[in-house]
């Protein structure tokens, strides 16, 4: 959707790297958990529309989202019931790279959200927290929760 640059990826693959070797804190929104998942050895699908025949179900809508209750995200968001997501994205989690595990789904089986096993607070999403933050104290909660680990 907006190109490939190489020196970008690099970039964001050292910072993830660096944050894991580290074991900093790292709250990864959307392309950010893909980031997350390849530069720990993860993989892609590189179209939503390849692996489900409702594509626009992940494209610029909400959606609802499965958290596993002992997670990291639903520990900050305060829920165990499914929270509700502004998605937009065409790309999703295939394999999930060593070190990471999956927190959180849409109910078609996409992957939405990760968690790194060893380290104190590395989180990916792949929806878009900020977007309701300000009027939604669960969205809002990821950012806490992000502050907090890093304090």
């Known amino acids: 959707m907006y190109g490939i640059v190489p020196e970008h990826d690099d970039f964001e693959f050292a910072i993830v790297r660096e944050a894991v070797r580290q074991n900093k804190p790292l709250l990864a929104i959307c392309r950010g958990l893909q980031v997350l998942n390849v530069a720990l050895g993860g993989t892609l699908h590189q179209d939503v529309g390849d692996v489900l025949v409702d594509r626009e179900s992940h494209w610029n809508t909400y959606h609802p989202i499965s958290l596993d209750a002992p997670s990291r995200v639903a520990r900050a968001m305060k829920t165990e019931a499914p929270t509700r997501s502004h998605s937009f994205h065409h790309q999703a989690l295939n394999s999930i790279a060593a070190g990471l595990r999956?927190?959180?789904?849409?109910?078609?089986?996409?992957i939405e959200a990760v968690e790194h096993d060893s380290c104190r607070w590395i989180v990916g999403v792949q929806w878009h927290p900020e977007d309701d933050a300000a009027n939604d104290s669960e969205q809002q909660g990821l950012f806490d929760g992000f502050v907090a680990a890093c304090r």
Not at 102 to 110: C, K, N, S
Request: no cysteine; proline share 11%.
């Open 102 to 110: 999956v927190v959180g789904r849409a109910p078609d089986g996409i």
